[in-house]
C-alpha cells in the first residue's frame, strides 16, 4: 500500500510530491500524458518575489523578464504602470514543470506516465482505479491528492465540488511587434466580457490569449480585429493554438475523508488574473504539510482539515477580496472600464497603485484602497470613486 496516490504530474502535484517523498513517505504520481509539461497552455507569467518565497531559483526556464504592463482600456491611450524594476519572468512552462518533476523524483516520487484516473474509492480501503494502454488496474493507498486541474475528477468523485464556474481562455504564440520588457492587457466588453485579453513577450514569440466569463473567446477575432492588437501581432507566424479553463476559487471543498486537492484542482488561482502558478504552488505546500502530520499519525478528516483552515490564515484574504474585485469587473461597461482605468493615472492613485501593488499577493493593494477609500474619495469625489469601491466592502 502507498502512503499517497498523486493524480496529476502538474507542478502543484510534483511539488507536493516532493515534499512528501522527501519525507521518505512512499509517493506515487500518476499523469495521464507521455511527457510532463505538454500540453500547455498558460501566458506563464510568474513574480519574482513568489519564486523567492517558494524557495525556487529562477533557471533555464526563464524567457523574458517584464518591468511593467501596458493597460489599454476600451476606448482611450494605454495606460503604463511600471516601477522601472524587473516584477516578473515569462517562463517556459514545460521546462518549468520538468525540472520541479524531476525533483519529485530525485526526492522519491515513482511517476506513472501514459496512466488515467479512471475511479477513486475512499474509505477504510482507499484506491486509485488507474488505465495505461496495456491495461488497468488498482492503487491501494492511505492518502489521495487531486491534483488534475480544473475539471478534476478526483474533486467530483470525493463530491467536494460545491459548484461548477469557469473562465474560458485560448491562447496562441505569434510573431508580434511589442515591447520585450512588459505585459500589454485589453480590456473590452465586446471581445472579453468579464475578463481580459494579453500579448505576452516570451523569448522570440508572443503569447497572445484572451478569456471570458460567459460565452466562447473569440480569440481570432480580437487578433484580426482589434485596432490595436490587430496592428502588433503577425497571424501568418501562428505557432501554438491552446484552449483551457480557470477554475473560480471557493467553489469546492478542498478535503475530505482521505482525499486533498492542491493546484488547480483545488481552485487555487488569483481571482483577479486567473494566474495559478504560485498561489498553487504555495497552497500545495501547505498541504504537503498538513499531509505529512497526517501520514505520520491517522489519515483522517479531522486532521486534513487542517489544510483548509491554512490555507484560510494565509490566503483567505486573497480570494475574498480579489474575488469582490472580479465581480465588479464582470459588471463594469466599456465607459465604466475606461473611467476606472483613467483613474489609475491620476497623480492622487498612481502613486497608490505603484506603492502597494504586488505581483502575487493583490490583498495587499486592495486593502490599501479600501483604508485610504475616504481620503480619495475627498479628492477625486463621491461619484466618480465610491461607485467601485464600495464592491471591494463585503
Known amino acids: 500500500m502507498h502512503d499517497a496516490v498523486i493524480v496529476g504530474g502538474g507542478p502543484a502535484g510534483c511539488f507536493t510530491g516532493r515534499f512528501l517523498a522527501g519525507r521518505g513517505f512512499d509517493v506515487v504520481i500518476v499523469e495521464e500524458h507521455a511527457e510532463i509539461g505538454n500540453p500547455v497552455s498558460c501566458a506563464g507569467i510568474v513574480g519574482l518575489g513568489g519564486l523567492k518565497e517558494l524557495g525556487i531559483k529562477p533557471g533555464k526556464w526563464v524567457l523574458n523578464r517584464l518591468r511593467g504592463a501596458l493597460l489599454h482600456p476600451p476606448s482611450r491611450e494605454p495606460i503604463t504602470l511600471t516601477r522601472g524594476r524587473v516584477e516578473a519572468v515569462v517562463i517556459d512552462r514545460a ?5 520541479l518533476a524531476c525533483s519529485a523524483a530525485d526526492a522519491g516520487a515513482t511517476f506513472l506516465m501514459k ?64 515591447d520585450e520588457d512588459r505585459v500589454e492587457v485589453y480590456l473590452g466588453n465586446s471581445f472579453a466580457p468579464g475578463f481580459f485579453a494579453w500579448l505576452v513577450p516570451a523569448g522570440g514569440v508572443c503569447r497572445a490569449g484572451l478569456g471570458v466569463s460567459a460565452g466562447v473567446p473569440k480569440l481570432f477575432d480580437f487578433l484580426n480585429k482589434h485596432p490595436v492588437a490587430s496592428k502588433k501581432v503577425r497571424m501568418s507566424q501562428l505557432l501554438h493554438l491552446a484552449a483551457g479553463l480557470i477554475p473560480r476559487p471557493l467553489t469546492r471543498k478542498i478535503y475530505g475523508e482521505r482525499v486533498m486537492l492542491v493546484g488547480d484542482a483545488a481552485g487555487h488561482v488569483k481571482p483577479l488574473t486567473g494566474g495559478g502558478v ?3 504552488l504555495a497552497c500545495a505546500r501547505l498541504a504537503a504539510e498538513v499531509a505529512a502530520r497526517a501520514l505520520e499519525t491517522e489519515v483522517n478528516a479531522k486532521i486534513l482539515g487542517g489544510y483548509e483552515r491554512a490555507v484560510a490564515k494565509r490566503f483567505g484574504a486573497e480570494f475574498e477580496l480579489g474575488l469582490r474585485a472580479r465581480r465588479l469587473l464582470e459588471r463594469l461597461s466599456d465607459n465604466e472600464l475606461d473611467d476606472l482605468l483613467r483613474l489609475l493615472a491620476t497623480p492622487e492613485l498612481q502613486p497608490l497603485v505603484l506603492g502597494e501593488a504586488d505581483f502575487d499577493h493583490h490583498a495587499q493593494l486592495l486593502k490599501s484602497l479600501i483604508k485610504k477609500g475616504p481620503n480619495l474619495i475627498r ?4 461619484k466618480r470613486l465610491g461607485r467601485y469601491l464600495r464592491h471591494l466592502l463585503p
Open 379 to 382: 479628492s477625486l469625489g463621491l
Open 95 to 99: 521546462a518549468f514543470d520538468k525540472e
Open 115 to 178: 496512466t488515467r484516473c479512471a475511479d477513486v474509492t475512499l474509505g477504510e480501503r482507499t484506491s486509485v482505479k488507474i488505465k495505461k494502454i496495456e491495461g488497468a488496474g488498482r492503487l491501494e493507498t492511505r492518502l489521495v491528492i487531486g491534483a488534475d486541474g480544473p475539471t478534476s475528477l478526483v474533486a467530483s468523485k470525493a463530491g467536494l465540488l460545491k459548484e461548477t464556474s469557469y473562465t474560458r481562455c485560448a491562447q496562441v504564440e505569434v510573431g508580434a511587434e511589442i
Open 278 to 280: 504560485y498561489l498553487g
